[in-house]
């Protein structure tokens, strides 16, 4: 069955970086555009950002465009998210997205 396996989360200070990582199964990956979602405490889920299937292209949030890159390798199935200069309104769950189905979330936490 389609399975997203998301992992890379943790606690950071402001300014500093991450990278989270998303690992699918069960379904042709490299036909499928994936996605990274977020949801801070009290708010909505969000869209981060796409990557097209074959990674050629990426379009972002307007609040982490020129900080956030998304890659992927789809020799590993895995999809990739960079964190640069990370800010404290960057904190909440991340999740992975694709072939309609959501990865497990991973927590990400912004704070001095």
């Known amino acids: 069955q389609v399975q997203l396996v998301g992992s890379g989360g943790g606690l950071v200070q402001p300014g500093g970086s991450l990278r989270l990582s998303c690992v699918a199964s069960g379904f042709t990956f490299s036909t499928f555009p994936m996605s990274w979602y977020r949801q801070a405490p009290g708010k909505e889920r969000e869209l981060v950002g796409t990557?097209?299937?074959?990674?050629?292209?990426?379009n972002y949030a307007d609040s982490v465009k020129g900080r956030f890159t998304i890659s992927r390798d789809n020799t590993k199935n895995t999809v990739y998210l960079q964190m640069d200069n990370l800010k404290p309104e960057d904190t909440g769950v991340y999740y992975c997205?694709?072939?309609?189905?959501w990865g497990q979330g991973t927590q990400v936490t912004v704070s001095s």
């Open positions: 997205y694709g072939a309609l189905r």
């Open positions: 990557i097209n299937y074959d990674g050629g292209r990426a």
